[in-house]
């Protein structure tokens, strides 16, 4: 029997080949090889349009653009963003349209915050919370946020890590 070496992933000298034997099959990538191979963006988001920015986060959080993507592991990926507040909304009436509702399960206690009122209390959230909602709702999605780093100012804390810019 003949083995088929099958490149599905190159990209930064990250190189990863997997054999297998029968083609019909459907090939499953380890766990290990998605952690060994895990990438870390950083972005800055000034002047960045908030939902497009967070359309943008959400897909690299999730793996969206990797070769072998798996819908039930997680892709380990991190994003750092710097200058979290000063994305821009494009929509003139949505900073007082836009509302965000939190319920405690009590009765009689709904808070809602609008936009305007978010960005100016913290204007990191409001990007967290458009992130959040791209985002698939299932028990991947805690651990996705977990590693969506806000920083409102330029940081070199993570800078160890050689990400890579999001935006070029």
């Known amino acids: 029997m003949v083995n088929y070496n099958v490149l599905l992933y190159k990209e930064n000298g990250l190189?990863?080949?997997f054999t297998k034997t029968d083609l019909n099959k459907t090939l499953w990538v380890k766990r290990e090889d998605q952690e060994k191979n895990r990438k870390r963006y950083?972005?800055?988001?000034?002047?960045?349009?908030?939902?497009?920015?967070?359309?943008?986060?959400?897909?690299?959080?999730?793996?969206?653009?990797?070769?072998?993507?798996?819908?039930?592991?997680?892709?380990?990926?991190?994003?750092?963003?710097?200058?979290?507040?000063k994305f821009k909304v494009t929509w003139n009436n949505k900073l007082e349209q836009k509302t965000?509702?939190?319920?405690?399960?009590?009765?009689?206690?709904?808070?809602?915050?609008?936009?305007?009122?978010?960005?100016?209390k913290d204007p990191s959230k409001a990007l967290w919370f458009a992130v959040r909602g791209m985002l698939p709702k299932n028990k991947l999605r805690?651990?996705?946020?977990?590693?969506?780093?806000?920083?409102?100012?330029?940081?070199?804390?993570?800078?160890?890590f050689k990400p890579v810019k999001l935006y070029k």
């Not at 805690?142 to 330029?154: A, E, N, P, Q, S």
């Open 15 to 17: 190189k990863m080949e």
């Open 42 to 85: 950083k972005v800055d988001a000034t002047g960045l349009t908030l939902g497009r920015l967070a359309v943008d986060i959400a897909k690299k959080l999730m793996w969206k653009d990797n070769a072998y993507l798996s819908d039930f592991w997680d892709g380990w990926s991190y994003v750092v963003v710097e200058n979290a507040g």
């Open 100 to 120: 965000y509702y939190s319920y405690s399960g009590y009765k009689g206690n709904v808070k809602s915050i609008n936009l305007a009122s978010l960005i100016k």
């Open 142 to 160: 805690d651990g996705r946020m977990k590693r969506l780093k806000l920083v409102v100012d330029t940081t070199t804390k993570y800078d160890n």
